[in-house]
């Protein structure tokens, strides 16, 4: 089941990026409703855009931090005590990190990054607009779910528009976070008891004779 999971996470991630890419010039933004826009942009950062460190650091950690992940469901998979639920949202936190380091690996050397209105082109590997690992991340969904003025006298922020939801994120993002939230919320303690179970015996034995 994670692997289904994850895979069919992957596929639907790259399939939209691919399309987006392939039909919107950056910055395009298309209104499907008031509410809900596709728009292309591609940053280097985290999800929603956010940017941490340098670019190379960037996919070495994201590569890093989804073999560990990996690796920590590898190992709770052998024991049947683990809820199915935790596992599902272990594999969309997986996947949706995996779709974006794909982005990072490979999309600088299969893609051009022409000047709008012009739209991106697969391209020969190598001829590309980035070498291997600096891939730029694909993003298009925005929800603008309302807005409103600051009032004048508020401090820093007067007169400035407010946007709820303001970034643009892609699919990876959303199972990213769809999964942590819901172990935050409902799998906390099953997340506690795993990360316990992994210490050294010499450390839990240290624990009980306290």
């Given amino acids: 089941m994670a692997v289904i999971i994850a895979v069919a996470v992957i596929i639907i991630d790259q399939v939209i990026k691919i399309w987006v890419k ?25 999800a929603f855009g956010m940017e941490f460190g340098s670019k190379l650091f960037l996919t070495l950690f994201r590569v890093v931090f989804v073999g560990l992940l990996i690796y920590y469901m590898c190992k ?38 022409p000047m709008p209105p012009e739209v991106a082109q697969f391209v020969p590997w190598g001829d590309g607009y980035a070498g291997l690992l600096h891939g730029r991340v694909v993003d298009m969904f925005y929800f603008p779910l309302f807005s409103f003025d600051w009032p004048q006298w508020m401090p820093w922020v007067g007169g400035e528009r407010f946007t709820f939801f303001d970034p643009v994120f892609n699919f990876a993002d959303a199972a990213i976070s769809v999964g942590m939230v819901c172990i935050l919320l409902f799998y906390y303690k099953t997340l506690s008891r795993s990360l316990e179970s992994q210490k050294p015996a010499g450390d839990a034995g240290a624990i009980d004779k306290k």
Wanted: include cysteine; charge should be neutral; charged fraction near 15%.
């Fill in 22 to 46: 392939t039909n919107f010039y950056e910055g395009e933004d298309l209104r499907v409703f008031s509410w809900f826009h596709l728009r292309f942009i591609q940053n280097n950062g985290m």
């Fill in 76 to 113: 709770l998979l052998k024991r049947p005590a683990i809820k199915t639920g935790y596992i599902v949202c272990l594999a969309l936190v997986i996947a949706g990190a995996a779709g974006n380091i794909i982005d990072c690996l490979f999309y600088g050397e299969i893609f051009n990054n």
